[in-house]
Nanobody, 121 residues
Framework: QVQLLESGGGLVQAGGSLRLSCAAS????????MGWFRQAPGKEREFVAA????????SYADSVKGRFTISRDNAKSAVYLQMNSLKPEDTAVYYC??????????????WGQGTQVTVSS
């Protein structure tokens, strides 16, 4: 299995940027497709972005397309989420997740503890 640890969250003004990082340890990182999800207060957790094992394919939620970019570095066992043009509605706890499955949108088996992102208006 794999252990995931997110970092990089914080408080930012609307229009600003943050870069989230997720460090993985344990089983070979390149075995997993990686995703980012988020959960806002009072809402269900939702898919944000994902990248396949070799970073050849990415997927994004419509709400973040053109603003967020997911990337991974298999040599460093890390996945990143660059978030630009942040909006107050992006405020949430952001989770890193890993899956051995084929789907990028669901079926994630391993989850990090989450990192808080707060966007002020």
């Amino acid at each position: 299995q794999v252990q995931l640890l997110e970092s990089g969250g914080g408080l930012v003004q609307a229009g600003g940027s943050l870069r989230l990082s997720c460090a993985a340890s344990g089983r070979t990182f390149s075995t997993y497709a990686m995703g980012w999800f988020r959960q806002a207060p009072g809402k269900e957790r939702e898919f944000v972005a994902a990248v396949n094992r070799i970073a050849g394919t990415t997927s994004y939620a419509d709400s973040v397309k053109g603003r967020f970019t997911i990337s991974r570095d298999n040599a460093k066992s890390a996945v990143y989420l660059q978030m630009n043009s942040l909006k107050p509605e992006d405020t949430a706890v952001y989770y890193c997740a890993a899956t051995t499955g084929r789907s990028l949108g669901a079926g994630y088996e391993y989850w990090g503890q989450g990192t808080q992102v707060t966007v002020s208006s």
